[in-house]
């Protein structure tokens, strides 16, 4: 579902995407660079950025619309892990190279390292960041969560 707006920077369009998600007992959320969602049902202990399986989609699901504003050089993004009534913000950049075409994967990355899995690079929080309470949580293969991607 994408949710339009506008900025309170006139003529710059807001959208927001949600993706669903499932909690799996072996997310850890130690990684200290990369936040990963993936639509895969299963995760390894090296799975570390992992933090939700069995998502509604990877990054070629997503819509146009929303790729076309991550693909801006300008453009902003905040993504927003919802977990029952817990929420972990992080904010992060778009950028032109992205390639938004992997099936099953969508990762958010510190660096500017770009692949077709890479959803926002220059983010300021990795998966050791998010708290521990929500974590435990995701450890729940019977929690749901959902991934906000809120774009400008």
């Not at 905040?78 to 992205?98: C, E, K």
């Amino acid at each position: 579902m994408i949710e339009a707006g506008r900025s309170l920077d006139p003529g710059r369009e807001v959208l927001v995407e949600s993706v669903t998600f499932r909690g799996h007992p072996l997310v850890r959320s130690l990684h200290p660079t990369t936040i990963e969602v993936t639509t895969e049902e299963f995760l390894t202990e090296k799975g570390d950025c992992i933090v939700g399986v069995g998502a509604a989609k990877g990054c070629a699901g997503l819509d146009e619309r929303i790729k076309e504003i991550l693909r801006r050089r300008e453009s902003m993004v905040t993504l927003r892990l919802v977990v029952g009534a817990l929420s972990f913000a992080v904010t992060a950049s778009g950028d032109p190279r992205l390639q938004l075409s992997h099936e099953h994967d969508m990762v958010i990355r510190r660096s500017d390292f770009i692949s077709d899995r890479t959803l926002a690079i220059r983010a300021d929080a990795a998966a050791k960041d998010i708290p521990r309470k929500m974590v435990n949580l995701l450890r729940n293969p019977k929690t749901v969560g959902r991934l906000e991607i809120k774009v400008a």
